[in-house]
Each structure stands twice: as structure tokens, then as C-alpha cells.
């Protein structure tokens, strides 16, 4: 009889208890860890708590629960979907090489998907942390109205409802990795924090924010919209919100009910699934009536958040740690296919919606006559890409590049195989390059190691875990400034997938300042 040998466990005391992981390999993993009590019943809309102490240990070798979000075969940028959704979401994994090593420098990856959707069990970490001898931890946050809808305007007596919730969801993760990570092995005094997209807002609101101070050591923003809504306009979004609970159609005039603690209550009380179609219907109402806005994000509250990330990073309010920023190509190539597929705009791409977000002006039409071809579909969406993440990401690289290290990469790389380079260097095409999925995926297929795409992948881990190591992401790529604003663009198709350039798209850029001067 012919037996399989298990995977070893092995169990790691917290602040909070004993949890179990599972040796497999070159990494040992804790999936599913609490880093928070719950936030459910009257803490559904409350910033994070901390969890209970136990005395027994916790199995944490399966995935927790995903944060409550509508369905998807795919998290942007992920890989997979998001499985079990559930508002007991708070939870981390962390993945370290095999054996006892200690004092290993830490990545904490902050997943993007709009503040809409998103899973820390998208995110494979184990490539990275056998390859650079890394802790890596990828943390669960509340996305929706759960997490980066402001719904303080309707607190009540009985009902409080807290702002910046899923943003505060990182801040409790951070702290728990720096009272923990050490008895994981890594290192609480090199903490890199990154992410992508929405994620990527979320490591430079973090930057701003007083609460999030000395949690992390070094940055590295991945395609950020540096995103800020002013707290005023999240409360018309809640009042809508509220009446589309509390019986109205959401349209304008109906009010639904015009009891405030009945809006509350319903806020608190009713299912979660009801809660989440009720946001859905109120992101689709607002779309079609503003198309290109997003309903969800951080909020310049004056408090959490005390000001807009850009005037944060005009004036120096930001944590002056070593960054690394960048964005792709073609980012809004994919938020274009997907406006001609479903017919709204996740973000202004379609040339109507951006001469309505840019106005009539002299200066507005400099930036359209930038993109040769606009109106066309793909010029118009080159621009919007740029309206959202590149030029905003140049605003802050040019200020932190005054009190800090800094330096600015553009991802151009365009894998042959379909399934990481179908849609070309858009927006989330370097998730799986910087998690060594696609040199892992093409060498488990039989892929050499002389692969153009396994080498480039590698290459790009390289400087990640170069950065995350010693604050500086390796030979070849220049710091940024505002003198010369050299971008390193990421190539496999360029010599050795580091080439360097001098304020590209100079163009583009003053057409963009001259705007928004």
C-alpha cells in the first residue's frame, strides 16, 4: 500500500496566538491569518478593531474569505477568481523561503481592482520570496461601500458610520506584520509596501496619511490613479446610496425615505448581498449619468486623510521614504475594450467622455492634438491612460524626487503568449511579470531559462527584491529628477530590458501641465 507523504505544518506564535502554516517546498506559507476582529454587525462600516487573543492554535494553511464584491472570473491583475466572499475578510497571508533564516526584508502587496474588487489570494508570493529570500505578505482590505465608500454623513445617535475604512483595513495590517513579521522571520525595520492600481493609490494615500507614519520603510507605486474625493462629494454619493436602500428609485427627486435613522439603520441591518446589489445599482446610476467616475476611493476627510495626495506631495506632507513609481504603455487600452464591450466607462477613454472631462479650451485641445489621431478610439484611450495614471505619476515623482530617492520606470513589454500579452502593456500587464508568474508558468511548460519572457521576468523580480532589499533597485536605472526625468522602461525586447530615456513623451507632459497649471 503506497502512501503519500503530508506537507509539514508549522506553528509560529503571534501577539494574537499560535497560528499553523504548511511547508511545501521552497516557502512556507500562512494563508488566512486574522489580522482584525471582524467588522461585522455594528463595526460594519467602523474602522478595523483588534483581534481577541486565543490560546490554541489556528489552522491557517487555506485561503480566508474574499472581501464582499460582485462576481469575476479574474481580480484585475490576479490571477484566478476571488472564491468565498464574506464581510469576515480581514486577513493576511505570509509566504517565506524554507528553513529559519531571520531578519529578511519584507514586501506587503496592496492588490488593485478599482476599491471595487480584489483578493490577497490573487497574488501568488512564493516566487518572490524563494528567489530573493524575501517575507511576503499580501493583505485582504474591504473594497465597495464596505471599505471606500464615505458614509459618515449619515451617522446617527445609534449608527456611526467611519470614513477611509479600507485604507484604516491596511493601516491595522501594517501594524500587525511590524508587532509580528519578526517571528516569521523578516524584518520589522525593512518593510517595502507596494501595489498596483487601486492599490497603488492606496501605498501613496498611505504615504499621507499620519496614522500609516513609520509602518513602512520603502514604496513602490505600480500604476497608482492618484485617487482623493473630497468628502463633500462622497456624501451625495451616500445620500444616493441611502435612498436606493430606504426604498427610492435613486433618481433625482426621489428621496426614498427622508428619515435619517432609517437610512442608517438599513445601512447596518440589512444582508450583505442586498448591500451589494444596492452598490452596485447606485455605481451603475452614477456612471451612466457621469460617465467615467468612479464612486469608490480614498477620502479627503481632513483628518485620516488630511489633504489630496498632490497638494500632499506639492507641500512635503508625505512620508519622505525612498519610492519607486511608474505606470505601462498602454493604460487605458483595457478600460477602452472593456467601455465597446459593456457600454460605461470604468475611466474616462471614449473621445466624448474625454472633451467632457477636459473641457473647451486652448489648452484642452493642445493635449488632444498630443495624441495623433484623436478622436480614434485608441488615441482618445492612450489619453484618458494618461489623464489618470501617467501624467499624475510624473506630478509625484517630480515632488518626491525633491525630499527623497525616486525613481520612475515605464513597462513597455508585450509577451508573445496570448495570455500575458494579448492586450499589449495595459493597464496591470506587469502584475504577473513582478510575481514571477509568467517565467514561472512558460518554465513549467517547458520554457528554457534563455526564454525571452522567463529572463525578462526575472529581471524585473530582480529590481523589485534589489529595492526591497536595499532601498535602491540596481545598476541601470538611474534615480529620477526633475532636471532630467530619466524613466527606465521595462523591455525585454530592449537591451538587457533596461533601457533609459530622458523625459519621454516631453510633450505630452507640458500639454498636461499647461492644463492643469
Known sequence: MSSTAQPEKLTVQTTEGPVTGVCQGATTAWNGVPYA?????ELRFRRPQPTAHRDEPLETTTWGPS??????????????????????CLTLNIVRPAGDATDL????????????????????????????????????YRVGPWGFLDLSSLSTPEHTFESNTGLHDQIAALRWVRDNISAFGGDPTNITLFGESAGGSSVLSLMCMPEADGLFHRVIAQSPAVAGTPASVHAKDAAHLAQIVTGGTGGTGDAGSSDPAAAAAALHDMLAEVLLAASLRSAAETGATDPGRLIYGPTVDGESLPAALLAAFATGRQAQ????????????LSFLLSAQATGSEILPVLPDT???TLGESAAADAVFAAYPGFPEPEASAQAGGDMVFWYPATVVGDAHATVAPTWFY??????PDPRFGALGASHGAEVPVVFGRMGAVLQSEGASADDPDVVFTGQV????????RTGEPGEGWPGYSTDLRRVLVLDGAADGGCAVEADP?????EAWAALYN
Open 37 to 41: 476582529t471582524p467588522p461585522v454587525g
Open 67 to 88: 472581501p464582499m464584491q460582485p462576481p469575476a472570473p479574474e481580480t484585475m491583475g490576479g490571477v484566478g477568481d476571488h472564491g468565498v466572499t464574506d464581510e469576515d
Open 105 to 140: 526584508p519584507v514586501m506587503v502587496w496592496i492588490y488593485g481592482g478599482a476599491f471595487t474588487v480584489g483578493a490577497s489570494r490573487n497574488y501568488d508570493g512564493r516566487h518572490l520570496a524563494a528567489r530573493g529570500d524575501v517575507v511576503v505578505v499580501t493583505v485582504n
Open 321 to 332: 521614504v525612498p519610492l519607486v513609481i511608474g505606470t505601462n504603455a498602454s493604460e487605458g
Open 354 to 356: 474625454m472633451r467632457a
Open 410 to 415: 515605464r513597462f513597455d513589454h508585450v509577451s
Open 461 to 468: 523580480m530582480d529590481r523589485w527584491l534589489a529595492f526591497a
Open 505 to 509: 513623451q516631453a510633450g505630452r507632459r
